[in-house]
């Protein structure tokens, strides 16, 4: 029951696909009239004018430069002409070092407001002003004072991934079952394995939630953080085909982009059940 | 000392009002209890029964009074009291081994894996749960579960193990055997054992004393019953015994009438020195007089 409800949603979804590309094809096939000029003035305008050619490229042009990409993702030809497996690869790289630094720092500190109603009380004015800035304003201030681009840019990460894990984890941490603190309590367990043993597991499945919403956020948010400093990434290549206008290439870092951040979800997904119990 | 190894000394609970004065659960408890003995509180809903409980395991604090087993003064939790939870409150992603193991390498942290495990399983054999020590909480029935729970209590070799309710979850059947089990047990280690129950044939069956307190607010003990059953009673045939009606007749009047009234008719009682009471034959039973009846207001003025 369940594999034919899979095999018919497959084919739902490769129906739709097929029907998506048709008419992309069909719109931008090039019906536009074309113009009467002068042989060098047709050349400056491009295939636009002068053939009719749709300004949108086909699904045929986008096919045939990804294979392009795909063949060679990894070649260097200067700072404005990368592969885009390098390009990509520097985005991951920002991601990854500014989630980890939120990481290091969000889980202990979500514990200790989870565990102290002191601090959850004390930190929590801080948390409700600093939660809602959107991370791309803090980036003046974090080229003005670490003068590095690519280092403000994994600030930038890093400042957006840590509220929904801070929150979690102090949510987590603080609606542990009491029935589950009071057996480490009649079993004389310290506060620090009763954190390992006790806290940590019960909280890990909401933990990994709120690291989950993290990297969807990182995720979104290098893009328009490179296209800002520039240099290199995912983020930058896009904004870099935008002033080559080429569209293709556009359309084919917006598909990337959306490829990449449905794996970096799925790895969490994954990480999720496997410290989820059942009950 | 050994007369009284649990001794409950004065003590009081209170809670913060709603109008900024006390609520308070009890006042100036009094309850003593001599090792290996089964002792087993019965009270309506809300009396207090386990906030008495949670202050002798040391999850709660008196607000007055002090609680002193074998000689000390109790503070905070301890290893040598051990807990039975009502909820079983196993810890989900752990294994019936990973659970029974976990008290046991908190009491033993010096123990090496093996040993562990093999006291672990002692216990989970005494239980009756040999095969399953790889399962999780979720594969488990209730009665499996509140198993795991007694198996972790008794790990620990505790000099006391205390009981909320531990099996009012549970249907009657899965509720028989594991009273037979934790009798057994006791009666087999001399374990000292403080229970709460809302069953009187619970009470009957495992206690030798049974505390019986009052409804609150400001409940009180108002009676200790002595069990006159003899030790080696089976459940089955329990209510054959020519003492049982007598016994039961007893602790379900007073939880239907007096524990009400209590606090209003007795005004000379020494909470430091509660009426011990041991039913017997000269127990009054119904010999078709309609006073025994509880009756109500309204049928007394008719009457
Ligand atoms: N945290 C609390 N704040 C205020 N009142 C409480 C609190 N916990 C328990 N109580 C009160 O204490 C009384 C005794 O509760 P409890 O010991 O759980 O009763 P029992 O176990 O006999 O049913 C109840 O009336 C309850 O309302
Ligand atoms: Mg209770």
């Keep these: 029951m369940t594999s034919s409800l899979r095999l018919r949603a497959a084919i739902v979804s490769i129906a739709l696909f097929a029907a998506f590309l048709g008419i992309w094809h069909i719109a931008t096939r090039g019906t536009g009239t074309v113009a009467n000029m002068t042989p060098e003035y047709a050349k400056l305008m491009g295939l636009t004018a002068t053939a009719g050619k749709s300004a949108m490229p086909g699904p045929l042009d986008v096919g045939a ?40 720092v969000a889980i202990p500190l979500g514990f ?52 929904p894990m801070l929150l979690n984890t102090s949510f987590g941490v603080a609606a542990v079952r009491k029935e589950w603190i009071n ?58 085909e935008w002033n080559n206008l080429s569209i293709t290439n556009v359309i084919i870092a917006i598909l990337l982009i959306g490829i990449v951040g449905m794996l970096l979800d799925q790895i969490l997904a994954r990480f999720t059940r496997m410290v989820t119990f059942p009950e | 000392m050994t007369d009284k190894f649990i001794s409950i000394e004065g003590i009081a609970r209170r809670y913060p009002g709603a109008d900024g004065g006390q609520i308070s659960v009890f006042e100036d408890l009094w309850l003593s209890m001599p090792r290996g003995e089964f002792g087993c509180v019965i009270g309506h809903s809300g009396c207090g029964k386990t906030t008495v409980l949670n202050i002798l395991a ?78 999780r909480p979720s594969e488990l029935s209730g009665g499996m579960k509140q198993r795991v729970g007694i198996a972790r209590a008794l790990s620990i070799t505790p000099k006391i193990m205390l009981m909320d309710e531990p099996f009012s979850a549970l249907d009657a059947l899965t509720r028989g055997t594991l009273q037979d089990e934790v009798r057994r047990i006791c009666l087999e280690t001399g374990q000292t054992a403080f229970m709460i129950t809302h069953d009187v044939d619970e009470a009957i069956y495992l206690a ?62 020494d909470p430091r020195n509660v009426p011990i009471v041991r039913p017997g034959l000269s127990e009054p039973t ?18």
């Design chain 1, 112 to 163: 200790l407001i989870g565990m102290s109603p002191l601090f959850s009380k004390a930190l929590d004015p801080f948390i409700q002003v600093l939660k809602p800035i959107s991370p791309l304003a803090w980036m003046p201030l974090a080229l003005y004072t670490i003068k590095d681009s690519s280092i403000s840019a994994i600030f930038v990460i890093f400042i957006c991934s840590v509220w």
């Design chain 1, 65 to 104: 430069k990804l294979w392009e990409h795909l063949k060679s993702p990894f070649y260097d030809n200067g700072p404005n002409d990368k592969g885009l497996g390098i390009q990509l690869g520097f985005s991951i790289a920002r991601v990854g070092l500014g989630y980890f630094l939120a990481v290091i």
């Design chain 2, 58 to 135: 040391g999850l709660d604090e008196p607000s007055e009074g002090a609680v002193i087993v074998d000689g000390q003064a109790i503070e905070g939790t301890s290893l040598d009291r051990a807990v039975i939870f009502q909820s079983h409150a196993l810890l989900p992603w752990r294994t019936v081994l990973g659970n029974v193991s976990y008290a046991v390498t908190s009491k033993w942290r010096k123990w090496d894996r093996a040993k562990v495990k093999a006291h672990a399983q002692k216990f989970i054999d005494l239980v009756g749960l040999t095969g399953s020590e790889h399962k």
């Design chain 1, 183 to 240: 057996v480490a309590r009649t079993l004389e367990v310290g506060t620090i394995r009763r954190a390992f043993t006790v806290i940590l597991p019960a909280a890990a499945p909401t933990i990994l939630t709120g690291m989950r919403i993290s990297i969807g956020i990182a995720w979104l948010v290098i893009v328009a953080a490179e296209m800002l400093v520039g240099g290199t990434g995912i983020g930058y290549f896009v904004w870099n």
């Design chain 2, 208 to 269: 030798d004393k049974i505390f019986l307190m009052t409804n609150g607010p400001g409940a009180v003990l108002a009676e200790i019953v002595e069990n006159p059953l003899p030790k080696d009673r089976a459940r089955i045939d329990l209510h054959r015994h020519p003492l049982y009606y007598a016994l039961r007749n007893h602790i379900v009047d007073f939880l239907v009438s007096r524990s009400k009234t209590f606090a209003a008719t007795v005004i000379n009682h």
């Design chain 2, 286 to 303: 119904i010999v078709a007089s309609p006073k025994m009846i509880e009756t109500s207001p309204a049928q007394t003025i008719a009457r």
